[in-house]
């Protein structure tokens, strides 16, 4: 072939992918797709290797990529998301089933490292929820269908609080035990949650069931405060 021949095909072969560029894409996609099924293990062990030898090189890569693509990335991932809504709930499921444990580990861990940021994220979604009917009635309706599927659960923790609240309770709790309904009665009447100042289990105190150790707070900061935060904590 001679170099006039070569460039000829060359210019060819441009107008014809330029006329015939989504069909070529998408013959490429499928042949990709089923190439990947037949040699799942295969794959998969190689981009292992290469992400091995070439971790840093991705991840700067990947950063300045989403640096530069935000939109185009939520885009396309709201747009995934939408198509393959039951595949990816399934998935999760699964995964969580599988990895119960593990999860729970991170999570902690997460929480322990984070507290000031997670306090500060319950607060406004409590604040949010307030103020937002649809998402109020969205989460009732998920706090119902996760109580119904694990009962068992909530029967136990409860029991266990229970128990906590008699442990706590001092011999002379009965004099001053008007004081305490008083308390729960306005927390009721205004919408507040009485809340233990001192934890009645904490890793590190705990506190008594008495009219001494509750005060009134509103919902988000009560949610928020876990059994981690109390006055002149150590």
């Not at 008699?166 to 809340?195: C, M, N, S």
């Not at 705990?206 to 002149?232: F, H, M, V």
């Amino acid at each position: 072939m001679t170099e006039e021949e070569r460039k000829e095909r060359k210019e060819y072969n441009k107008k014809y992918y330029e006329a015939n560029k989504e069909k070529i894409k998408e013959r490429r996609r499928e042949y990709d797709k089923k190439y990947y099924a037949a040699n799942r293990e295969l794959e998969r062990e190689r981009k292992k290797k290469y992400y091995e030898a070439n971790k840093e090189k991705l991840k700067e890569y990947s950063k300045k990529y989403c640096e530069a693509n935000k939109e185009k990335k939520a885009v396309r991932a709201k747009k995934y998301y939408v198509t393959n809504k039951k595949e990816i709930s399934t998935c999760h499921f699964k995964y969580r089933e599988q990895n119960k444990e593990k999860i729970r580990v991170a999570d902690k861990k997460y929480r322990e490292e984070n507290r000031e940021l997670e306090r500060e994220r319950n607060k406004k979604y409590y604040t949010r929820i307030k103020s937002d009917s649809k998402l109020r009635e969205r989460r009732k309706e998920l706090i119902k269908k996760y109580y119904e599927k694990n009962k068992q659960a909530y029967y136990a923790n409860a029991a266990k609080r229970r128990a906590q609240h008699k442990k706590a309770t001092p011999a002379w709790y009965k004099q001053e035990r008007d004081k305490v309904i008083l308390i729960y009665a306005k927390a009721r009447e205004f919408g507040f949650h009485v809340d233990h100042i001192v934890p009645l289990q904490s890793k590190k105190v705990c506190g008594l069931n008495t009219w001494a150790n509750l005060q009134l707070l509103a919902p988000e900061i009560n949610l928020s405060k876990g059994n981690y935060n109390w006055p002149d904590m150590p």
